[in-house]
């Protein structure tokens, strides 16, 4: 089973928040809202999706749907080579060139991101095979810092690693993460989906958390898909990712998708 989330900003305070989840179980796409929604709802006046008019029912069915599926650049499109170079993904574990890349991993890799829309997908983290919490993302907010740090980002190189800093004054959000470098220039935010899973993980295990450039992808290369980043650290038998309140299901039944 492969859990994928999706989150959306409010475009007036910028605020994101988890509205729902999607899981594929090798059959069949199911999608529910999650309390999140709710929150949105309250504070940002969210309000359900087109093709998910409501709010305590599960989706399913055996294509991936609309909203998701509009997110993925086509094949056909003559910069998709590109995109699956910048996503890390022209080639498998064995280095082999990837023929077809399915739908799930492209929108866990590329966060299904579009200029036209306040929605993000990202992936619930697994075990990898050593064992250890691992999530690769790329690096939020480059395009709201002057020229000299996304200079500095295109600079990296794999293998570098990256610090976390707690912007604690930041006006947007107080729990906001920089990525900075060795020599102290900032390089985009940790996206926010994962800020509250990082602060458990740092306060119980500091020295075990690790944060890597994973590929650097240089100009005209979009900002948003600039600088790919690997997080891994020690995964502890207690501790499950995304388990706050906001991310437990609202859905009472199933219904087919239309």
């Known amino acids: ?35 999140g929604a709710l929150r949105a709802t309250a504070e940002a006046n969210f309000q359900p999706l087109f093709a998910f008019p409501e709010f305590d029912r599960s989706y399913t069915s055996i294509e991936l749907f609309p909203p998701f599926a509009n997110r993925l650049l086509r094949r056909s499109r003559p910069e998709y080579p590109d995109f699956i170079q910048w996503l890390d993904l022209a080639s498998d574990a064995n280095g082999s060139p990837q023929i077809e890349i399915d739908p799930i991993t492209l929108l866990t890799r590329s966060g299904g991101k579009r200029a036209t829309d306040h929605f993000e997908v990202f992936p619930l983290p697994e075990r990898n095979e050593a064992g250890v919490y691992q999530i690769y993302f790329f690096a939020h907010g480059l395009s709201h810092y002057p020229p000299t740090a996304q200079q500095r980002a295109s600079q990296c190189i794999a293998g570098e690693e990256l610090l976390l800093v707690h912007d604690l004054q930041n006006k947007y959000d107080s729990r906001a993460l920089m990525l900075r470098t060795d020599d102290r220039q900032i390089v985009g935010f940790c996206p926010r989906y994962l800020v509250q899973d990082l602060f458990e993980l740092v306060s119980r295990f500091p020295h ?51």
């Not at 959306?8 to 509205?19: G, L």
């Not at 729902?20 to 999650?34: A, M, P, S």
């Not at 100009?219 to 990712?241: E, I, N, V």
């Open 1 to 35: 089973m492969t859990t994928l989330f999706l989150a959306w900003q409010d475009p007036t305070s910028r605020a994101w928040f988890p509205i729902g989840k999607l899981t594929h179980d090798g059959q069949r796409y199911h999608f529910g809202y999650i309390q």
């Open 208 to 258: 075990e958390v690790r944060v890597v450039v994973e590929k650097v992808n240089p100009a005209p290369t979009p900002l948003q898909y600039r600088l790919l980043c690997k997080l891994t650290a020690q995964w502890k038998p207690d501790f499950h990712p995304f388990a706050g309140p906001e991310y437990q299901p609202l859905a009472k039944e199933l219904m087919p998708a239309m």
